[in-house]
Structures are given as structure tokens and as C-alpha cells.
């Protein structure tokens, strides 16, 4: 069973709150994908003020609209409410916002989407009261959605007749890698770390692993078991968030089995090159995907050179030890098709960790290195896991990363290999530095007094930066 558990949004419950104090009247948009914890944030931020909060349904729009009417009716603590007549939503919200004010009250309307799609009129309806009563008093409203597509396109877009009216918006998302230690206080870092690589930050899935459970036994039981909450999901969170879920699921699968060009994409989903543009774009909207571009290449090379890559951590792995196990998985095997997956999972988590140290937060907190651009940088069979770039002071840092445990001598090699990659990057002039992150690094402390960037994985929680 998943824990209710609250964390971090530290940030995004500080916006709120500021917003909030304003007493200003507020017209606040707030999206992220499924699972990202919206709800959670909005029902924790409102839980001390006077608030109304509505979850909208795939119910006719009068339905819902009788639905709000009747949760108002119970918060102004008047049996009558309900009862009065309201053809549009407009109207409701007029009355409502007399009703309370001079009251600093919260209303959310959750899914918000979901009324878009019953009656698109409900934005210029919303317009029209926020416009003639909303924008006067003390309501702090609060739209939230799933859909980023519908969101960013019908709520936030300039064709959008909320345009121009929203005091604020937020996308939600995913929580940081530190916040991992809340919900299980005594994993290891790299157990931490493990679990990044299989469900990234969503909230909604790592409530679902046990802290009490070791990490091998909860991805065998929470991840590869048949009738598993995350066995199943990566489907069903592509039927919920894309109308052709197919073309999606095979750009996905095609991305995830290390087809990262266009042009590999294309042949690989037999798909026409304007659709795969189209999906992948949508894909990128959504947060589950990402074009990478080397982090010192120009707009011209930009247009040529771009990765693609899945930048949720749940899919990738899904994608990787769930589908192609399917059959054996079915017939409950889960146990061992991960006893033989812990060879290729270590290799996976090289690119997982390459991934979590370009985080700028996580980055930063490690090395104290100020930058301006980070990413990695690639040339003709060469590659840098990690470049970042301070282009005011013209000072870079380049940075390998091995997800493994490294002796002295292997650690210096990679040093000096890395400085002899450095010089292909150009940057003629600029002040550089060199680093190395491993998993432990024998004679750490030692190479440090020497001048060399060194890091473990115990930094990464709870070191002090070397810069």
C-alpha cells in the first residue's frame, strides 16, 4: 500500500504562500504532469486557510457545474445556495466571490482540463467574471490541470482568452534527489541512487516502494511483479496523457533501446518524419523526454547535432527490464529476470548517474562551480560526461563520471585521459578545471591535496564542495 507523505515543494509552497499574502485578488495556474504530487501540493498549501477545493470529472459540464455550486453551498454554510439557478459557471463564480468578500478565501478547480474539454466556452466564461467581479475582490483562484499540452495550448497560450490574466503560474516538477532520504531514511546514498534510476522523483511511485524493504525486493515486488501499481503503469500513463498512445509508445521504445538521433527514430518507428517531430514534441512538453545538443555547440550545429534521450528515469527502466521480460514476467518470474538483469542494471545506472550530476542543483551543490550552460559534450567518437561553463569569467570545468568504485591509478588515468579530451573542446584561453565523480575513489583525500576535483558518492548527500 502506498504512505501518505508529504515533501520538500518547498519552492512552489513559498510562491503560493507569497501570492497568497498579497491580498491581491490571484488568478494562479498550476500544472505538471500525472503522478508530479499537484494535488497533494495544493491540498497541503490550503489546509490552514479557508479554502474550497473542486476535483473536476469527465462528467457533462452542467454536472460539474452543480457539483461546485453544492461544495460553495457547504463552505458559505448555506442550504439554499445549491438551490439557486446558474446556466454558466460565469454566474457562479460572480455570486460566489460577493459572497465571501472581504474574506481571503482559496478556490481550486483541479483538472481544470476536463471542463475545457465538456464545453470549451468555460475560458471566455471564467474571463468574464474575473474581468467584472473576480479581479475586485479578495479570491485567490487556482487552476490546475494534468494535460501540459492542454495547459500550456488553451490555458496559458495567447489565443487563450485567459491570456494576459493569470497573476502567476507554475509547472510542478519532479521533487530533488535529496528529498529521496524522507522517504527512505536508512538507504544508503547509493541505494538512494538506485532508486533515482528506477523511479526518478515522482512522488506517486516512491510512496509505492517499502522503506522497510531492501532495494533489490522492492523492484521485484513493486516493479516486475504482475499486478504491481508500477508494473503496468508506463502504459497506462501514456493512454491517459497522449490521444495515439501507440506512436508515442513506439518513439519511446525506439528512444529507449538507443536510437537517439532523428533519423534513427524515424527508421525505427517506421513512423513519417513530420508525425515523429510532432510526438516528440509533445514527449518534450510532457517532461518525459529531452533533445541534447554538445553543450559548446552553436545554434548552426545545434540543428544537426541533437540526442534525444528519455529524461524520466521510471520509463527508461521500464522500458529496459519490464517489456522486453514480458513473458517471463507473466509466468512470475519477476525474481529471476532481475537476478540476471543486476549485470546490465549496473551498466544503466552509469548513464542514470551521469544524468543526476548534471542536475544544475545537484551539480552545484557538489562543487560549488558557478556556470552559465552545463550538458556534456560529444565529437567524432569522443565524449565528456560532463561540461560546465562559466562564459562570463571563461572558466570551465570538465568532468567524467563512472558509476563504479575506482583504485588510485584508475582515477588519475581518467584525469589525465580527460585533460587530453579537454583540449578537443577548444575554448583556447579559458581557465579550466578537471573532475571526477565515482561511486568511491580510492585515495581520494590524497589527489585532492594534489589539486585534483575528486568526488564520491558520500558528497553527493552530505560533502562539502572542493571548489
Given at each position: 500500500m502506498s504512505r501518505q507523505k508529504f515533501v520538500d515543494r518547498k519552492m512552489e509552497l513559498a510562491f503560493l504562500e507569497e501570492r497568497y499574502a498579497s491580498g491581491d485578488a490571484e488568478l494562479l495556474i498550476i500544472y505538471g504532469r500525472r503522478r508530479i504530487g499537484k494535488t497533494e501540493l495544493l491540498l497541503h498549501f490550503a489546509r490552514d486557510k479557508e479554502h474550497v477545493y473542486f476535483l473536476a470529472s469527465e462528467k457533462p459540464y452542467m454536472d460539474n457545474l452543480r457539483e461546485l455550486q453544492r461544495m460553495m453551498g457547504d463552505f458559505l454554510g448555506d442550504r439554499l445556495f445549491p438551490k439557486i439557478e446558474f446556466s454558466e459557471v460565469d454566474e457562479l463564480l460572480i455570486e460566489f466571490s460577493k459572497r465571501v468578500n472581504g474574506r481571503r478565501v482559496v478556490l481550486i478547480i483541479d483538472e481544470f482540463p476536463y471542463l475545457i474539454e465538456r464545453y470549451k466556452p468555460v475560458l471566455s466564461l471564467i474571463q468574464r467574471a474575473w474581468d467584472m467581479e473576480l479581479s475586485k475582490g479578495d479570491l485567490m483562484l487556482i487552476l490546475c490541470g494534468s494535460s501540459?499540452?492542454?495547459?500550456e495550448t488553451e490555458v496559458l497560450g495567447y489565443k487563450s482568452p485567459l491570456y494576459g490574466r493569470r497573476t502567476g503560474q507554475w509547472k510542478v516538477g519532479e521533487l530533488p534527489f535529496w528529498s529521496l532520504r524522507e522517504f527512505f531514511p536508512s538507504y544508503s546514498t547509493e541505494e538512494l541512487v538506485k532508486v533515482y534510476g528506477v523511479l526518478g522523483g515522482i512522488p506517486a511511485y516512491l510512496l509505492r516502494f517499502n522503506p522497510g524493504k531492501g532495494f533489490d525486493e522492492n523492484v521485484v515486488e513493486r516493479v516486475l511483479s504482475k499486478g504491481a501499481f508500477l508494473y503496468e503503469e508506463a502504459e497506462i500513463l501514456l493512454k491517459e496523457e497522449v490521444?495515439?498512445?501507440?506512436n508515442y509508445f513506439a518513439i519511446l521504445q525506439a528512444v529507449a533501446s538507443g536510437r537517439s538521433r532523428f533519423g534513427e527514430i524515424v527508421n525505427a518507428t517506421g513512423l513519417e518524419k513530420s508525425l515523429v517531430s510532432k510526438y516528440l514534441n509533445v514527449l518534450e512538453k510532457l517532461g518525459m523526454v529531452e533533445r541534447e545538443v554538445p553543450v559548446t555547440a552553436s545554434r548552426k550545429e545545434a540543428?544537426?547535432?541533437g540526442r534525444y534521450s528519455i529524461t524520466d528515469n521510471y520509463l527508461v527502466f521500464w522500458f529496459r527490464y519490464v517489456l522486453?521480460?514480458?513473458s517471463y514476467l507473466e509466468a512470475g518470474m519477476s525474481r529471476e529476470v532481475w537476478e540476471r538483469s543486476k549485470e546490465d542494471f549496473n551498466e544503466y545506472m552509469g548513464a542514470v548517474f551521469e544524468r543526476l550530476l548534471r542536475k544544475p542543483e545537484v551539480f552545484t551543490k557538489l562543487t560549488g562551480f558557478g556556470f552559465t550552460k552545463i550538458g556534456r559534450w560529444w565529437h567524432r567518437g569522443e565524449e565528456i560526461d560532463l561540461v560546465a561553463?562559466?562564459?562570463?569569467e571563461k572558466k570551465a570545468l570538465f568532468v567524467e563520471v563512472k558509476w563504479k568504485d575506482l583504485s588510485d591509478r584508475e582515477a588519475r588515468g581518467i584525469?589525465?585521459?580527460?585533460?587530453r579530451k579537454a583540449e578537443l573542446v577548444g575554448l583556447d584561453g579559458w581557465e579550466k578545471y578537471y573532475g571526477l565523480v565515482a561511486k568511491s575513489?580510492?585515495?581520494k583525500e590524497g589527489l585532492r591535496g594534489e589539486g585534483h576535483l575528486v568526488w564520491g558518492l558520500e558528497d553527493i548527500l552530505g560533502g562539502s564542495p572542493v571548489m
Open positions: 501540459v499540452s492542454s495547459m490521444r495515439e498512445p501507440a540543428l544537426k547535432r522486453p521480460n514480458r561553463l562559466n562564459e562570463r584525469l589525465k585521459d580527460l585533460e575513489v580510492e585515495g
